[in-house]
């Protein structure tokens, strides 16, 4: 399983960015694909993730700021990032499983930088 990511950069407090995910592969190993994030000097948590099917999750200080979408034909994912805070800077991950607690791939991360 290979995942590209793009869409990182720097953006002012309040503002969105895009980030989107093309996977290819196995395509079992892509039934769950979303998004970790490392932020500086902390450890990576998953923000967002969502099944083929489009059940979705998020953790709680995205929720109602962040938006987890899936291409299932071309196996890409989004997440769209509004409201961005400077908590919201980190290395952006894309990662993919075959179940949610089973998300064991991963591409290179994409970085985030949220500053005035």
């Known amino acids: 399983v290979q995942l590209q990511a793009s869409g990182g950069g720097l953006v002012q407090p309040g503002g969105s960015l895009r980030l989107s995910c093309t996977g290819s592969?196995?395509?079992?190993?892509?039934?769950?694909m979303g998004w970790s994030r490392r932020p500086p000097g902390k450890q990576r948590e998953l923000v967002a993730s969502m099944t083929r099917g489009g059940s979705s999750n998020y953790v709680d200080p995205v929720k109602g700021r962040f938006t987890i979408s899936r291409d299932n034909e071309n196996h890409t994912v989004y997440l769209q990032m509004n409201n961005l805070k400077r908590e919201d800077t980190a290395v952006y991950y894309c990662?993919?499983?075959?179940?949610?607690?089973?998300?064991?791939?991963w591409g290179q991360g994409t970085l985030v930088t949220v500053s005035s």
């Open positions: 990662n993919s499983g075959m179940t949610s607690d089973s998300m064991d791939y």
């Open positions: 592969g196995d395509r079992l190993m892509l039934s769950v």
